[in-house]
């Protein structure tokens, strides 16, 4: 860390170039469906069948996350239009609970919670092209250093979630080309950057929506239909000794991790025009959208794909909803919508959804390493904007990392890491807003949160249960505390900066 001389009484300091208001509400709305609609609505359902066993607890898993998702963004509005600084989320946490509160969100987004997510849809982009490119294997290279080591206390006895395989496979190695060429357009600028994020999103929604419409109609399966929707299937749950409750909380992570990253919007609120009005309605428009086109892309799959299947099924209907070939759940419905030319069809339009799901991510998740520096909190440099008016250190030291992320798990594991350090900063930044209404209660307010404080509370409740849940169910359990740790590890680390601070001035 270096420190700068005071400037002679004489110097003229030099315009520091400052961000551009380019988001309408058009873009903002844009950036925080196109952060949210990446690959998990096209995968996830497959993991979350085989936990919950039933067609309606797959439909509630995504109703739940949809419910959560939109009572977060009717609160983070009012948080949104009383700080429209750039940083958002961080700097929330920071005027409500203080710099250590705001330090640890920033730390542990950098750590895992964005850099992870972007990792995540990283190696799905890889994943979904290797079914155009059939040499893009997930096998990795045997020229690269590579090992294979357990997390946490549990060992290794389920292979799938807790071995952690580090290395360079054809898959990882297109997610860091994508991840790098994705940072490249966002250092040219705003403008390139948003432009980008609006025409992809609009095009993924609309692929979207298409699938739903085509599944619901044309490509309605007789005996899909007959076995997920009778009583008896319908309603069905998992014989199993653990609480259902526990069960319904860990299958949420794909769902909860599918609908995350909306908050992505308030970290680039210095670039929002007029975002005392925007920022809401972005947040709230955005997340309905989303939750809306989830659940009913579910009703979708559930219309043409039986939800039970078998592992070695030779068909798609054999395999079901449960078994999909690399849980790839969009593919197997498309493939009996469209016959064989479907997962050609599929991975196109997952593509375009990962790209643009990433390049929001990365637009955004700079902004806050911008905001923390600013405060003394990150490296000096990281709180510059270049002549584009974009955060470049930022760009740049959050694309170091998620490339390292990259190599280290795969997208099951990383969205594990993921999204309880999500939930838990949800949680806290909803008590602030409590904290905020009664210490800045003179703070303007262009809008508040709709049925406070009846409707942030039941979030707490709802977020709060699903974190816990997580800490408790075995499937989840190792990530969850390893992701706490993380957080925790941020404590010492924000002291032992603050401390480093102090004694830069006196070492120049």
């Known amino acids: ?19 551009v208001k380019a988001l309408t509400l058009t873009d903002a709305t844009m950036l925080v469906a196109g952060s949210m609609i990446g690959s998990g609505i096209f995968i996830v359902s497959a993991d979350i069948s085989r936990q919950v066993q039933s067609p309606f607890w797959l439909v509630m898993a995504w109703l739940m996350s949809g419910v959560i998702t939109v009572l977060g963004a009717l609160a983070y509005g009012e948080l949104a239009a009383m700080y429209p600084r750039a940083g958002g989320q961080y700097v929330f946490l920071r005027e409500s609970m203080g710099p250590l509160m705001g330090f640890l969100f920033g730390w542990t987004m950098f750590v ?33 250093p590579r090992a294979d080591f357990c997390v946490g206390a549990l060992g290794c006895r389920d292979a799938a ?9 054809p898959q990882r190695l297109v997610a860091l080309v994508m991840i790098w060429v994705l940072t490249w357009i966002n250092l040219r600028g705003i403008r390139e950057g948003k432009i980008v994020q609006t025409t992809l999103t609009v095009v993924k929604t609309a692929a979207l929506a298409l699938l739903i419409v085509l599944g619901l109609t044309i490509g309605r399966n007789a005996a899909a239909i007959a ?6 299937a319908f309603f069905a749950k998992p014989a199993t000794a653990t609480p259902f409750l526990i069960v319904f909380g860990a299958a949420m992570v794909g769902s909860l991790f599918s609908s995350d990253a909306w908050n992505n919007v308030t970290f680039a609120a210095a670039e929002v025009q007029n975002p005392q009005r925007n920022l809401p309605r972005a947040l709230l428009l955005g997340t309905g959208l989303v939750s809306l086109l989830y659940v009913m892309a579910n009703f979708a799959y559930l219309s043409v794909l039986p939800l039970h299947g078998a592992a070695a099924g030779a068909t798609v209907l054999e395999r079901g909803i449960q ?32 790209f643009g799901c ?4 990365i637009l955004s998740g700079a902004r806050v ?59 806290f930044t909803m008590i602030g807003l409590f904290i905020l209404r009664r210490t800045r209660a003179d703070v303007a307010r262009p809008y508040r949160a709709l049925g406070y404080p009846v409707l942030p509370a039941l979030y707490v409740v709802l977020a709060s249960t699903v974190a ?27 002291f032992a900066w603050r401390s480093l601070r102090r004694r830069a001035p006196r070492a120049a």
């Open 1 to 19: 860390m270096s420190s700068v001389a005071a400037a002679p009484p004489t110097a003229v300091p030099k315009t520091q170039p400052e961000f």
């Open 112 to 144: 895992v919670i964005q850099t992870g997510t972007i990792a995540a849809v990283a190696v799905a982009f890889g994943r979904f092209l290797g079914v155009l490119v059939p040499a893009i294997t997930a096998d990795r290279f045997a020229w690269f």
């Open 161 to 169: 979630t807790q071995s952690i395989q580090l290395g360079l496979t």
């Open 227 to 232: 076995a997920n929707f009778s009583n008896g």
């Open 323 to 354: 078994f999909a070939t690399q849980d790839r759940v969009g593919t197997a419905a498309a493939e009996i919508i469209f016959g064989g030319g479907a997962a050609t069809i599929m991975a196109i339009a997952i593509l375009i959804s990962t």
């Open 358 to 361: 990433n390049n929001g991510l």
């Open 369 to 427: 390493y911008f905001a923390m520096a600013r405060d003394g909190l990150f490296f000096d440099r990281v709180g510059r904007l270049n002549l584009q008016h974009v955060p470049a250190a930022g760009l740049i030291a959050q694309s170091i990392w998620t490339s390292i992320l990259c190599l280290t798990g795969t997208y099951g594991q990383l969205l594990d890491f993921v999204i309880f350090s999500a939930l838990l900063f949800y949680v």
């Open 468 to 494: 816990i849940t997580l800490l408790i169910a075995r499937k989840t359990r190792t990530q969850a505390f390893s992701g706490l740790v993380l957080v925790l590890i941020g404590i010492p680390v924000y």
